[in-house]
């Protein structure tokens, strides 16, 4: 069983940045495809960003492209996503996820969850 504890959330200005990480206990990080996920209050979960295994390739949500990058340290059992130039809509609830499939940009395909970190950014 695979436990995912998320950190690194709280409040930034807009234009600001943050750090979140996701760090794995149970089991090795290294064979999954990890992501990020995010829900807004009165919406539905939506996926963000991920990164194959080995971490060489990677996939954003055209609403974070170019803003926000993910990387993972598979020594470490962590995996990262440095959020800049933070908008308020970007506000939400982040969530750490994991899956075995090539693809995990759906709910559907993700096979363990974190807790969630909550993200507020201010106008």
């Known amino acids: 069983q695979v436990q995912l504890v998320e950190s690194g959330g709280g409040l930034v200005q807009a234009g600001g940045s943050l750090r979140l990480s996701c760090t794995a206990s149970g089991h090795t990080l290294s064979n999954y495809a990890m992501g990020w996920f995010r829900q807004a209050p009165g919406k539905e979960r939506e996926f963000v960003a991920q990164?194959?295994?080995?971490?060489?390739?990677?996939y954003y949500a055209d609403s974070v492209k170019g803003r926000f990058t993910i990387s993972r340290d598979n020594a470490e059992n962590t995996v990262y996503l440095q959020m800049n130039s933070l908008k308020p809509e970007d506000t939400a609830v982040y969530y750490c996820?994991?899956?075995?499939?090539?693809?995990?940009?759906?709910?559907?395909?993700?096979?363990?969850w974190g807790q969630g970190t909550q993200v507020t950014v201010s106008s």
């Open positions: 990164i194959n295994w080995t971490g060489d390739r990677t």
């Open positions: 996820a994991a899956g075995w499939r090539v693809w995990i940009t759906t709910m559907s395909a993700i096979d363990y």
